[in-house]
């Protein structure tokens, strides 16, 4: 059993609220009022600027030249490829890219990127991964169970929201912050352990 194993055990039964949240429930069945997905939607686009940021000090941090290029062609792809595919997606849902950049973070949004970058300021990469990998990892598990559930076919959109956390893509992105996780877990110390 590898440290990200030991961390999901842990963290087991926030797993299991989480999937059965009725806004995932909402999703996968296409029952969430639209109006609560455009909140969450433009506050995920407030995420994924702190989120480059995080991936911007985990890649200075990073020792091995391998994993500094991956963080940095994630970085890259989030700012190039997956903030421009999230404005559009909004666009979908009527949201304009001026209302996004003028999307005031929630109370939660700001306790979670905060979270995020304090660690990213201060912490090791281990710490860093460690604070990234219930995001990757969760949205790989939600994406795979409401998939497997079959998409809701009175709401499409949703549905193109099912297909990209379960895609092979997105699998693949998170199969590597866990190993990743494992690797830096299993080389940490004690003390750094503790703190991932």
């Given amino acids: ?5 030991e961390l999901r055990k842990l963290g087991e039964p926030v797993w299991r609220r989480t999937l059965a949240h009725p806004f995932v429930a909402g ?15 433009r506050q ?15 890649s200075a941090k990073a020792h091995e030249l391998g994993v500094m290029t991956k963080l940095a062609e994630l970085l890259h792809a989030t700012l ?12 979908e849902f009527g949201i304009g890219e001026a209302e996004l950049l003028a999307t005031a973070p929630a109370p939660t949004t700001t306790a979670y990127t905060a979270h995020l970058l304090e660690t990213a300021w201060s912490g090791s990469l281990g710490e860093i991964t460690a604070a990234l990998f219930p995001c990757q990892w969760g949205y ?5 169970a409401l998939a497997a ?6 709401a499409p959109l949703y549905g193109r929201w099912i297909r990209m956390y379960s895609a092979k893509e997105y699998g693949e992105l998170a ?5 990743l996780v494992d690797d830096l877990g299993g080389a940490a110390s004690k003390t750094e352990r503790e703190r991932m």
Avoid: N
Wanted: charged share 20%; glycine share 12%; hydrophobic share 45%.
């Fill in 175 to 179: 199969q590597w912050v866990k190993s």
């Fill in 140 to 144: 790989w598990e939600i994406g795979q």
């Fill in 149 to 154: 559930k079959g998409e809701p076919g009175s």
């Fill in 27 to 41: 999703i996968g069945d296409g029952s969430l009022p639209v109006e609560k997905f455009k909140f969450y939607i």
């Fill in 80 to 91: 190039g490829t997956e903030m421009a595919l999230h404005r559009a997606y909004c666009g």
């Fill in 44 to 58: 995920d686009y407030v995420f994924l600027v702190a989120y480059a940021r995080v991936l911007a000090l985990a």
């Fill in 1 to 5: 059993m590898g440290f990200s194993d």
